[in-house]
């Protein structure tokens, strides 16, 4: 079956620091990657995607590149900030028809002053 | 924000009752898929209704139902509660019954007592 695996949380960082977030995925076919993004009280925002090996999605400055070698889709920032400071899904989906996406279990990224 | 709205924002039920939660799409979206996401997990898909069709389910139950009305809003219904029924119920619209840019509400917290 299809699923996400994602390092637990929650990882704690000082502004201004390096973050990675590993996700590896297990898919029958070939899937999307996605990175969505969910802070306090609201719903989900996609962050970035990737729809074939070796794209890299990016936006606001997170950055993941599909790699079907070694089934990973690891999210990166090179700076974060204290407005980072949120739950972060990985999720993958594939071409069924309609469209169904599997999540990860989400990890919690604290960002401190 | 994204333009899907759902509502109640929280509801609080008994076991064995029955839920209706409803969902408006962002304007020109003809697809929604509800989510249902468990407290520290990730979300799972439940279904997702294409032009007041379901075209596609996940692993939930026949009491978990839903309905597509002819502007594309919807609802979920969920009858016979259970405890384990206790999460947040999220839509999300797409234009689109493939389409990889979905659009989060705020989502529903259901307690179920």
């Known amino acids: 079956g299809n699923s996400v695996t994602q390092m637990e949380g929650p990882v704690t960082l000082s502004e201004e620091a390096f973050l990675t977030i590993n996700c590896t995925y297990t898919?029958?076919?070939?899937?999307?990657l996605f990175w969505y993004v969910q802070y306090p009280g609201e719903g989900l925002q996609l962050l970035l995607k990737?729809?074939?090996?070796?794209d890299k999605g990016s936006n606001k400055g997170f950055e993941a590149t599909y790699r079907k070698e070694t089934t990973s889709f690891h999210l990166e920032k090179g700076s974060v900030q204290v407005s980072d400071s949120a739950v972060y899904f990985c999720?993958?989906?594939?071409?069924?028809?309609?469209?169904?996406?599997?999540f990860g279990t989400g990890t919690r990224l604290l960002v401190s002053p | 924000e994204t333009g899907v709205t759902q509502s109640p924002t929280h509801l609080i039920k008994t076991r064995g009752q029955q839920v209706t939660l409803r969902c408006s799409s962002q304007?020109?979206?003809?697809?929604v898929s509800w989510y249902q996401q468990a407290l520290g997990q990730g979300p799972q898909f439940i279904f997702q209704?294409?032009?007041?069709?379901?075209?596609g389910r996940g692993n939930f139950p026949p009491r978990f139902s839903g309905l597509q009305f002819p502007n594309y809003s919807s609802e979920l219904n969920v009858n016979a509660l259970e405890l384990d029924d206790s999460a947040l119920y999220l839509c999300?619209?797409?234009?689109?019954?493939?389409?990889?840019?979905?659009?989060f509400g705020s989502g529903t917290q259901l307690s179920v007592l």
């Open positions: 304007s020109g979206h003809n697809t």
């Open positions: 209704y294409y032009r007041e069709e379901e075209n």
């Open positions: 999720a993958l989906s594939v071409n069924t028809g309609f469209q169904k996406l599997v």
């Open positions: 990737a729809t074939k090996a070796d």
């Open positions: 999300a619209s797409s234009l689109g019954q493939a389409a990889e840019k979905l659009f």
């Open positions: 898919a029958t076919g070939y899937p999307s």
